[in-house]
């Protein structure tokens, strides 16, 4: 009864256009919540059927400047990619180039698993779903590492499975990395010329790009909030799993995207994908807990599940259809509610900032009525719990000070499924450089001899690594919970 009264009132709204108030309303609060925030910009489109019915850029590009945010900027979409590897996909199986639950083998042949029952029956279905058996974000690394793509792909059979196959969700970008060279290989050529040819020149997503466009005019910079204050990053422009979050686009461009989601697979009277695939794309394939990085109205009685690169949940009674993303300062989210041919994107320029979250959800209960649960405190103890993950591990009491000479613990390291790494003394302390790019890292000495490893990036978190010694008093190994072991590489 609740959900029929919804969709009157918006069919009345609708037809007697009476959302103009409501918008500049909404377009207030937006800017009330992004200085709360502390966001230096925003930009928001929000879509019904055919049409963009609000539009707007908030704040600034850059903190130390004053150049605003407009409908134009380019932004990060970070793990929004997904979304388009899965459409892309999804063209190849409107065009017969595969099917969504044939085995990877078939079109990408070079793939293999750790274990052999997955490496032969893995399906596109799969690894957009999250459910092939790699464990949540292991094996990212790679992605920094200067490796090639090719060596990337051969590596990931070295990935230590988390579950069986197909046995439970877990959130993985080297996953979208395979998809991202199975969608070359199905249109016989790299990730970004499919996604470009199939999706952003038919889309006319003029702006929109991949990492190597963001040496244009009107771009967000990164943020993060460094010593209490917010200050200017480096954008994060090494990632090796480009299927995973490799695009960058517009609050325009976004705006279309959605469009030809929600009308079905169609743009301005041209058909992209069949109706029948995005529905495919949309609806469940594989059951979920609601992480972390799910936030309310997200909980555990929301039935949330993967779709093919997108989450989707139960808001009153409606299908939501939602991806967000994150890279070193910059968060993104896409919602859409295909019931109702409404969409809406948030692109904003701060490290790990919920906002996007909460615009969503205001645009949520603006539409569909309010939540019974108290969204807003549920994205602050969200928060709380992310702020907690990068954290550093304070020493334990009675730390002890290393137990060798900093030059006891240098050399050179390696493991079956990452390679090199390097250890050496830079400035009083012990630096780390990983794979062909030397991807630096810090370790920092925590007690005996485990130190602390910081990577280069704000978002890379940090973990403990534990030293064995041989007898001649060098370490012969170096031992993480999420790298695994590294032995010392012999001469």
């Given at each position: 009864?609740?959900?029929?009264?919804?969709?009157?009132?918006?069919?009345?709204?609708?037809?007697?256009?009476?959302?103009?108030?409501?918008?500049?309303?909404?377009?207030?609060?937006?800017?009330?919540?992004?200085?709360?925030?502390?966001?230096?910009?925003?930009?928001?489109?929000?879509?019904?059927?055919?049409?963009?019915?609000?539009?707007?850029?908030?704040?600034?590009?850059?903190?130390?400047?004053?150049?605003?945010?407009?409908?134009?900027?380019?932004?990060?979409?970070?793990?929004?990619?997904?979304?388009?590897?899965?459409?892309?996909?999804?063209?190849?199986?409107?065009?017969?180039?595969?099917?969504?639950?044939?085995?990877?083998?078939?079109?990408?042949?070079?793939?293999?698993?750790?274990?052999?029952?997955?490496?032969?029956?893995?399906?596109?279905?799969?690894l957009l779903a999250h459910r092939t058996?790699?464990?949540?974000?292991?094996?990212?690394?790679?992605?920094?590492?200067?490796?090639?793509?090719?060596?990337?792909?051969?590596?990931?059979?070295?990935?230590?499975?988390?579950?069986?196959?197909?046995?439970?969700?877990?959130?993985?970008?080297?996953?979208?990395?395979?998809?991202?060279?199975?969608?070359?290989?199905?249109?016989?050529?790299?990730?970004?010329?499919?996604?470009?040819?199939?999706?952003?020149?038919?889309?006319?997503?003029?702006?929109?790009?991949?990492?190597?466009?963001?040496?244009?005019?009107?771009?967000?910079?990164?943020?993060?909030?460094?010593?209490?204050?917010?200050?200017?990053?480096?954008?994060?422009?090494?990632?090796?799993?480009?299927?995973?979050?490799?695009?960058?686009?517009?609050?325009?461009?976004?705006?279309?995207?959605?469009?030809?989601?929600?009308?079905?697979?169609?743009?301005?009277?041209?058909?992209?994908?069949?109706?029948?695939?995005?529905?495919?794309?949309?609806?469940?394939?594989?059951?979920?807990?609601?992480?972390?990085?799910?936030?309310?109205?997200?909980?555990?009685?929301?039935?949330?599940?993967?779709?093919?690169?997108?989450?989707?949940?139960?808001?009153?009674?409606?299908?939501?259809?939602?991806?967000?993303?994150?890279?070193?300062?910059?968060?993104?989210?896409v919602t859409l509610i295909p019931e109702?041919?409404?969409?809406?994107?948030?692109?904003?320029?701060?490290?790990?900032?919920?906002?996007?979250?909460?615009?969503?959800?205001?645009?949520?209960?603006?539409?569909?009525?309010?939540?019974?649960?108290?969204?807003?405190?549920?994205?602050?103890?969200?928060?709380?719990?992310?702020?907690?993950?990068?954290?550093?591990?304070?020493?334990?009491?009675?730390?002890?000070?290393?137990?060798?000479?900093?030059?006891?613990?240098?050399?050179?390291?390696?493991?079956?499924?990452?390679?090199?790494?390097?250890?050496?003394?830079?400035?009083?302390?012990?630096?780390?450089?990983?794979?062909?790019?030397?991807?630096?890292?810090?370790?920092?000495?925590?007690?005996?001899?485990?130190?602390?490893?910081?990577?280069?990036?704000?978002?890379?978190?940090?973990?403990?690594?534990?030293?064995?010694?041989?007898?001649?008093?060098?370490?012969?190994?170096?031992?993480?919970?999420t790298l695994g072991t590294f032995r010392?590489?012999?001469?």
């Amino acid at each position: 009864m609740v959900r029929n009264l919804i969709l009157f009132i918006i069919l009345l709204a609708s037809e007697c256009g009476i959302y103009a108030q409501d918008w500049n309303e909404f377009e207030r609060w937006v800017e009330e919540m992004r200085v709360q925030w502390k966001v230096p910009g925003v930009a928001v489109a929000v879509v019904k059927e055919d049409k963009v019915v609000f539009i707007k850029g908030f704040g600034v590009r850059r903190i130390d400047e004053s150049g605003p945010v407009d409908p134009e900027t380019i932004f990060q979409l970070a793990s929004v990619s997904k979304v388009f590897t899965a459409a892309g996909l999804g063209v190849g199986v409107d065009k017969g180039l595969l099917k969504w639950d044939e085995e990877i083998i078939k079109n990408l042949p070079q793939f293999a698993l750790k274990d052999s029952y997955p490496s032969r029956f893995a399906t596109a279905r799969d690894l957009l779903a999250h459910r092939t058996g790699l464990p949540a974000f292991r094996g990212d690394l790679l992605g920094k590492m200067g490796y090639s793509s090719e060596e990337i792909l051969y590596r990931v059979r070295f990935i230590e499975p988390a579950t069986s196959f197909r046995n439970l969700a877990n959130y993985s970008n080297v996953g979208f990395f395979v998809a991202g060279e199975l969608l070359g290989k199905i249109f016989k050529t790299s990730w970004e010329k499919a996604i470009s040819t199939q999706l952003l020149i038919p889309l006319e997503m003029k702006r929109s790009g991949f990492r190597t466009h963001l040496d244009q005019q009107n771009v967000a910079a990164a943020h993060a909030m460094i010593d209490g204050k917010i200050a200017v990053i480096a954008l994060d422009q090494v990632g090796g799993f480009p299927g995973a979050d490799g695009i960058t686009s517009t609050a325009t461009d976004m705006a279309q995207f959605m469009i030809m989601h929600l009308n079905g697979g169609v743009f301005q009277g041209k058909r992209l994908l069949k109706q029948a695939t995005v529905r495919e794309i949309f609806a469940p394939s594989m059951v979920s807990e609601a992480s972390i990085s799910e936030a309310p109205p997200i909980n555990p009685n929301a039935s949330f599940s993967y779709g093919l690169g997108w989450g989707n949940y139960n808001y009153n009674g409606f299908m939501i259809v939602e991806k967000g993303g994150a890279l070193d300062g910059v968060r993104t989210n896409v919602t859409l509610i295909p019931e109702l041919k409404l969409g809406i994107c948030i692109l904003s320029n701060l490290n790990l900032t919920p906002l996007p979250e909460v615009i969503r959800a205001k645009f949520l209960e603006k539409y569909l009525g309010k939540s019974r649960m108290n969204i807003e405190a549920g994205i602050l103890k969200m928060e709380e719990s992310i702020e907690d993950l990068f954290k550093v591990t304070p020493k334990p009491p009675g730390a002890l000070p290393p137990s060798h000479s900093l030059e006891q613990y240098t050399g050179v390291f390696e493991s079956i499924l990452y390679g090199l790494i390097k250890i050496r003394t830079e400035n009083g302390g012990l630096v780390l450089e990983a794979g062909p790019a030397l991807w630096k890292g810090r370790l920092l000495a925590w007690s005996n001899d485990t130190f602390t490893l910081l990577w280069s990036t704000i978002n890379s978190g940090n973990e403990q690594v534990t030293f064995m010694f041989g007898p001649d008093n060098r370490a012969i190994e170096m031992q993480t919970e999420t790298l695994g072991t590294f032995r010392r590489k012999k001469s």
